[in-house]
């Protein structure tokens, strides 16, 4: 079974810094580009970070540009999102999600980590 | 505000059919195919609809999509209480390199 989860996320300090992982399994990572979207409490879905295959390829969404840094560990199953400089509106439920043909076909979706930046 | 525009809110009575719009632009929908999300209240995103009207193969043939220019629509027919949900779509914009989500519309089944 193709299964995405999604683990890191907490409480944090505006300012401050925490590492998303995503583990995969049931499906061959490294051939894969991947996603992180997330969606603040009752707001809708924003695209935050993508990453293609091999892991040379990133793209961002202005609103973490610069302080956000997707990668992934092909040989670890694992997808990463180290997020610095947190501020209050990165609030959200951190999804994963593995992009297949597009970037914009997420076709298999972890069940979201939650992050809160909070003083 | 979103680039892609969706109605907040649709509703139908069961039995009926729905559609949801979507409308961008020539840099995202006008050249790169448009993909449907359903989210279940307090549950993960799940793909619906992809490159503008096909579906995986666990997704009835209930829910249908097509595009004409820059504009994108979601249809289901036969409503049933378990489709009330969110729906988004998204599609890859060109000039800006970002995946784009709509603003999102909730379906309301009365």
């Known amino acids: 079974e193709v299964q995405l989860w999604e683990s890191g996320g907490g409480l944090e300090q505006p300012g401050g810094s925490l590492r998303l992982s995503c583990a995969a399994s049931g499906f061959t990572f490294s051939s894969y580009a991947m996603s992180w979207v997330r969606q603040a409490p009752g707001k809708g879905l924003e695209w935050v970070s993508a990453i293609g295959s091999s892991g040379r390829s990133t793209y961002y969404g202005d609103s973490v540009k610069g302080r956000f840094t997707i990668s992934r560990d092909n040989s670890k199953n694992t997808l990463y999102l180290q997020m610095n400089s947190l501020r209050a509106e990165d609030t959200a439920v951190y999804y994963c999600?593995?992009?297949?043909?597009?970037?914009?076909?997420?076709?298999?979706w972890g069940k979201g980590t939650t992050v809160t930046v909070s003083s | 505000q979103s680039v892609l525009a969706q109605p907040p809110s649709v509703s139908a009575a069961p039995g009926q059919k729905v559609t949801i719009s979507c409308s961008g632009s020539s840099s995202n929908i006008g050249n790169n195919y448009v993909s449907w999300y359903q989210q279940l209240p307090g549950t993960a995103p799940k793909l619906l609809i992809y490159?503008?009207?096909k579906r995986p193969s666990e997704i009835p043939d209930r829910f249908s999509g097509s595009k004409s220019g820059t504009s994108a629509t979601l249809g289901i027919t036969g409503l049933q209480t378990g489709d009330e949900a969110d729906y988004y779509c998204?599609?890859?914009?060109?000039?800006?390199?970002?995946?784009?989500f709509g603003g999102g519309t909730r379906l309301t089944v009365l």
């Open positions: 490159d503008n009207n």
């Open positions: 999600a593995k992009a297949v043909l597009d970037w914009e076909t997420l076709d298999v």
């Open positions: 998204g599609t890859w914009d060109s000039s800006l390199s970002v995946v784009l």
